[in-house]
């Protein structure tokens, strides 16, 4: 089938089905131009809010943010299916996601995890006033220090049992979720070893901009990094 035939089989085949056409009539961005979004609106009265789409049909990589499945073949397309939990595990037997966490505990379903598509994320970049960084070096080098410290107690395996009990305690989760959540972030590196930068990261979330339209052209990194803080409170 191609995606004509699909279309007309899911808006022929399921009532209350409207079918939008990403275009610049209808303002979307222009990286999603020609994409299908399936949306259960029988009435054709949902607020732009709830109108999420069960299915859609994509026919071209969004730059680096989606390009995995390397759309930009001629005739080539993706139709990307939400399914339930208890559904997906029917499919994919022994596959149930390895992010089976409080939210694919409650039905939500496992799109994949960020670096899967952005690599090198910048995931907890710490932001801070330009303007008021020079006349607080000292508490900015204090917090750098203790960040620091706290990470690598964060990483260090003897601690992991008492990392997960905090996390339990704090994000009111079971001790089966904190502990698949601590692992995950230690298998990805979500928390920033030693405070460490991620220039790669913040120019994969710049590109990211430009792809969805946000940004008409990335703007330099230089004006979004400065590296002498964490240079200095790594000095002992």
Do not use: C
């Not at 149930?96 to 409080?102: K, M, N, R, S």
């Not at 960040?147 to 339990?168: C, G, K, Q, S, W």
């Not at 994969?204 to 990094?225: Q, T």
Request: zero cysteines; a negative charge.
């Amino acid at each position: 089938m191609d995606e004509a035939e699909i279309t007309r089989y899911i808006a022929n085949t399921f009532a209350g089905v409207d079918v939008v056409v990403a275009s610049s009539e209808n303002g979307a961005p222009e990286i999603a131009w020609g994409d299908s979004f399936f949306i259960y609106d029988p009435d054709r009265n949902l607020d732009e809010t709830r109108r999420f789409p069960f299915a859609t049909i994509v026919i071209q990589d969004y730059g680096d943010f989606d390009n995995a499945s390397n759309l930009d073949r001629p005739g080539v397309f993706r139709l990307n299916i939400g399914v339930s939990k208890a559904t997906y595990a029917k499919l994919f037997p022994g596959d149930a996601g390895d992010y089976d966490f409080a939210a694919l505990d409650q039905g939500f379903v496992d799109l994949g995890s960020v670096p899967q598509y952005l690599p090198n994320w910048a995931q907890n970049n710490i932001l801070i006033d330009t303007r008021w960084a020079p006349r607080h070096r000292a508490e900015i080098l204090a917090f750098l220090r203790v960040h620091t410290r706290a990470t690598r107690y964060f990483y260090d395996p003897a601690n992991r049992d008492e990392v997960i009990a905090i996390l339990a305690k704090y994000t009111k989760t079971t001790p089966d979720i904190a502990a698949s959540t601590y692992d995950l972030y230690v298998r990805l590196q979500v928390i920033a070893p030693d405070g460490a930068l991620f220039p790669e990261g913040l120019k994969a979330n710049l590109d990211a901009f430009v792809a969805m339209g946000e940004l008409a052209e990335p703007p330099p990194l230089a004006g979004f990094i400065d590296a002498s803080f964490l240079g200095e409170a790594a000095r002992p």
